[in-house]
């Protein structure tokens, strides 16, 4: 499957963002998604997965309440909501795809390229 991330850019704090990953190649429905990023100087972390129904979402501590993972398979899209951002949400971020949602934060298989999301202070 082919992943294609788009939606970045440069926002202020407290601003909201929404970014989307567009796949193609195989059925959507197939996979369990997610998004990651990856700060200047970082290591790359998870962020957020959704089941491959969307019925199950998990998140890291750092954006719960934040942040939200929702699928449209139909349209082969994933979007991420980001709200009330905050500058070291400052990141490139990715989409990836797993088989299912257990194994999205630790074991994806196809990754998208980056976005790059930037927030000033």
């Known amino acids: 499957v082919q992943l294609q991330a788009s939606g970045g850019g440069l926002v202020q704090a407290g601003d909201s963002l929404r970014l989307s990953c567009a796949a193609s190649g195989r059925n959507l429905s197939t996979y369990a998604m997610g998004w990651f990023r990856q700060a200047p100087g970082k290591e790359r972390e998870f962020v957020a997965g959704t089941s491959r129904s969307g019925l199950s979402t998990k998140y890291a501590d750092s954006v719960k309440g934040r942040f939200t993972i929702s699928r449209d398979n139909p349209k082969t899209t994933v979007y991420l909501q980001m709200n009330s951002l905050k500058p070291e949400d400052t990141a490139n971020y990715y989409c990836?795809?797993?088989?299912?949602?257990?194994?999205?934060?630790?074991?994806?298989?196809?990754w998208g390229q980056g976005t790059l999301v930037t927030v000033s202070s």
């Open positions: 990836a795809a797993a088989s299912t949602i257990f194994v999205i934060d630790t074991r994806p298989q196809y």
